[in-house]
C-alpha cells in the first residue's frame, strides 16, 4: 500500500488528452513539492515533471504538472504511443522523514 | 558526460551481504544529496535511503523496510556511492538505482538516474 495513491490504470486513443492523479496528505504534498517520473518498458524511470509544474527542458510542453491542497495530476496532451510507460508521482514525507511514491499508473495508448 | 553507473549486484542467499557501487561522473557529486530507489520484479518504484552532502553532514535517512539493515555511505574524493546491504531477505529481489537528488526548492527531485543493478536474494 502506497502513501501516494495513483490510479493503477489508464486507456486513451492516440492524440487524445489524460489526466493521472496523485493523492497524499498534508505530511506530503500538502506541504512538499511533487515529481513526477516516466518509465518506459525496460528502461530507468526518468524525471518529467519536478517542484509540481516544471518541466525539464528536455520535456515537451505536451506534459504538464499541477497540484491542489493534497493532491497532484500530470497531464498529458496529444498523446502518441510512445507515451506508453508506467507513470510515478513522488515527494518526501516530513513525517515519516522518507521519500515516497505513488503505486505507478500503467498509461496504454490505443 | 554525466551519468551514474552502478555495479555489484548478483545473486546473493537469504541472511546475506551484498555491497553495491555508483560511480559519478560529469558533475560535483560533492555538492548532492544522493539517493537509492529499488524496483522489485514487476512492481512499483520504493526509495530505499539517502545521502546528503557535507554541508548538510552527510546525514541519511532510510525506508522503514531496510532500517538497521542497510547502509548508504559515500566517498567524494571517488565520486563514489555506496549501498552496504545485510541480512538480506527475499523480498530485497530488485533492481536498484542510483540516483542523483537535486535540491532547487525545499523539496528534492529525481533528475539523474542510472541503469540499475540486479539485485536477487534465493537460495
Known amino acids: 500500500q502506497s502513501v501516494l495513491t495513483q490510479p493503477p490504470s489508464v486507456s486513451v486513443a492516440p492524440g487524445q488528452k489524460v489526466t493521472i492523479s496523485c493523492s497524499g496528505s498534508?505530511?506530503?504534498?500538502?506541504?512538499?513539492?511533487v515529481s513526477w517520473y516516466q518509465q518506459l518498458p525496460r528502461t530507468a524511470p526518468k524525471l518529467l515533471i519536478y517542484d509540481n509544474n516544471k518541466r525539464p527542458s528536455e520535456i515537451p510542453d505536451r506534459f504538464s504538472g499541477s497540484k491542489s491542497g493534497t493532491s497532484a495530476t500530470l497531464g498529458i496532451t496529444g498523446l502518441q504511443t510512445g507515451d506508453e510507460a508506467d507513470y510515478y508521482c513522488?515527494?518526501?514525507?516530513?513525517?515519516?522523514?522518507?521519500?515516497?511514491f505513488g503505486g505507478g499508473t500503467k498509461l496504454t495508448v490505443l | 558526460e554525466v551519468q551514474l553507473v552502478e555495479s555489484g549486484g548478483g545473486l546473493v542467499q537469504p541472511g546475506g551481504s551484498l555491497r553495491l557501487s555508483c560511480a559519478a561522473s560529469?558533475?560535483?557529486?560533492?555538492?548532492?544529496?544522493m539517493d537509492w530507489v529499488r524496483q522489485a520484479p514487476g512492481k512499483g518504484l520504493e526509495w530505499v535511503g539517502r545521502?546528503?552532502?557535507?554541508?548538510?553532514?552527510?546525514?541519511?535517512d532510510y525506508a522503514a523496510s531496510v532500517k538497521g539493515r542497510f547502509t548508504i555511505s559515500r566517498d567524494d574524493s571517488e565520486n563514489s556511492l555506496y549501498l552496504q546491504m545485510n541480512s538480506l531477505k527475499t523480498e530485497d529481489t530488485a533492481v536498484y538505482y542510483c540516483v542523483r537528488a537535486l535540491r532547487l526548492t525545499g523539496t528534492t527531485h529525481f533528475d539523474l538516474w542510472g541503469r540499475g543493478t540486479l539485485v536477487t536474494v534465493s537460495s
Open positions: 560529469g558533475f560535483i557529486f560533492s555538492d548532492h544529496y
Open positions: 545521502s546528503r552532502n557535507k554541508a548538510k553532514s552527510y546525514t541519511t
Open positions: 513522488g515527494t518526501w514525507d516530513s513525517s515519516l522523514n522518507a521519500w515516497v
Open positions: 498534508s505530511s506530503n504534498i500538502g506541504n512538499n513539492y
